[in-house]
């Protein structure tokens, strides 16, 4: 039987301890060959910080990471006692059902993405909120009115002075507003 990937859900900000402790473990108790590889799925964003703009790993499932694995009794009860993990992905809560397993053309725009191959850019949708992490206007919330994805800047509505007012920004100095 060959190995299925499964999404793993765990404590906020624990992924990185999580996928840790089941590479450590695994090892330590000789389930290698069963538990294969553990992913957390990230994305490069760019993001100004200073006057500077440097990309960053920005987890695209924040909460999760992704165990490629035979699933039998043994694995399934490992990965569940792992310290951080809360369950699996697909599982009942509270119940001993089998989660389902992440089909393959999932995983594989996932692991694309995490691998660092292309990746088009954050795509930003008209009349989303976006709040303003660079530049003169940090802090600040808007809407988007008009998005230019070749030149990667957005034109957003800002309330300033209490008047609506059209500021262009780049993709780097705006995130969705959540």
Known sequence: MAKQWYAVHTYAGQENKVQQNIEKRSEAVGLRTRISRVVIPTEKEKRQRGQKIVEVDKKIFPGYVLVEMDMDDETWHFI?????VTGFLGQVTGTATRPTPLRPEEVDALLGETLGLPKITTIFHKGEQVSV??????????????????????TVSITLFGREQRVPLDFANVERVV
Do not use: D
């Open 80 to 84: 569940r006692q792992t310290v951080g």
């Open 133 to 154: 992490t660079g530049g003169p206007f940090t802090g600040s919330e808007g809407r988007i009115e008009e998005i230019n994805t070749e030149t990667e800047k957005l």
